[in-house]
Nanobody, 122 residues
Framework: QVQLVESGGGLVQAGDSLTLSCAAS????????MGWFRQAPGKEREFVAA????????DYGDSVKGRFTISGDNAKNTVHLQMNSLKPEDTAVYYC???????????????WGQGTQVTVSS
């Protein structure tokens, strides 16, 4: 089992920056990739970003490329999502997830955090 706890969500204004963090514990060695997904009210959950522990490969969803940056601290089993130039459409619950394989598909992520709310006002 892998436990994931997100932190850092909140209410910000358009154009602001915010950093989310995800702390992993448990059998973290079984997770090769850490990802962030988000779900806005009335919408399906979508891929935001992912990072592979080995090699540091990163992937981003089209809507956040150039604005969001994912990074990881392998020694601390922590992943961060730096979000810049936030827009109202970034408002969503953000979830941290762990996968055994490199992937951007949420069905390949076995472990999920409880989510943290990010609200961007216009």
């Amino acid at each position: 089992q892998v436990q994931l706890v997100e932190s850092g969500g909140g209410l910000v204004q358009a154009g602001d920056s915010l950093t989310l963090s995800c702390a992993a514990s448990g059998r973290t060695f079984s997770s090769r990739t850490m990802g962030w997904f988000r779900q806005a009210p009335g919408k399906e959950r979508e891929f935001v970003a992912a990072i592979s522990w080995s090699g540091g490969r990163t992937d981003y969803g089209d809507s956040v490329k150039g604005r969001f940056t994912i990074s990881g601290d392998n020694a601390k089993n922590t992943v961060h999502l730096q979000m810049n130039s936030l827009k109202p459409e970034d408002t969503a619950v953000y979830y941290c997830a762990a996968s055994r394989v490199p992937s951007i598909r949420q069905n390949e992520y076995r472990y999920w955090g409880q989510g943290t709310q990010v609200t961007v006002s216009s």
